[in-house]
């Protein structure tokens, strides 16, 4: 399936509200979006090991937390990518992460 939005409007209230195309809606917060981010940086912080990882490499000692939560789940901006995608820019100035439309519609049926 290859869900299709017609239309994706920002909250006041943080996070989005997707229609797509068979009328359904899925609305997702800032914060769910933050957590579930695609890019490769953070499924490697949530310990996801799908991703290719070096062989070695230590333990860093010492975590650097460098942005507030409040920073990090607040959405700043989103763009479209291609036909297929969301960017989304944070206040902590992450923007890697992709998120296909797929995958959005994905974490609404979560969700439910
Ligand atoms: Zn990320």
């Not at 860093?60 to 460098?66: E, F, Y």
């Amino acid at each position: 399936m290859n869900p299709t939005p017609i239309e994706i409007k920002r909250q006041t209230t943080e996070g989005l509200t997707i229609t797509w195309q068979d009328g359904a809606t899925t609305t997702l917060s800032s914060e769910l979006l933050r957590r579930e981010c695609p890019c490769a940086a953070c499924k490697e912080k949530r310990g996801d090991t799908t991703h290719a990882k070096p062989l070695t490499g230590k333990k860093r000692s010492l975590a650097i937390v460098d942005s507030s939560i409040k920073e990090e789940t607040a959405l700043q901006e989103i763009w479209g990518i291609g036909q297929y995608a969301l960017g989304m820019r944070w206040a902590d100035g992450h923007d890697t992460g992709i998120y296909p439309f797929s995958y959005l519609y994905e974490l609404g049926e979560k969700q439910r």
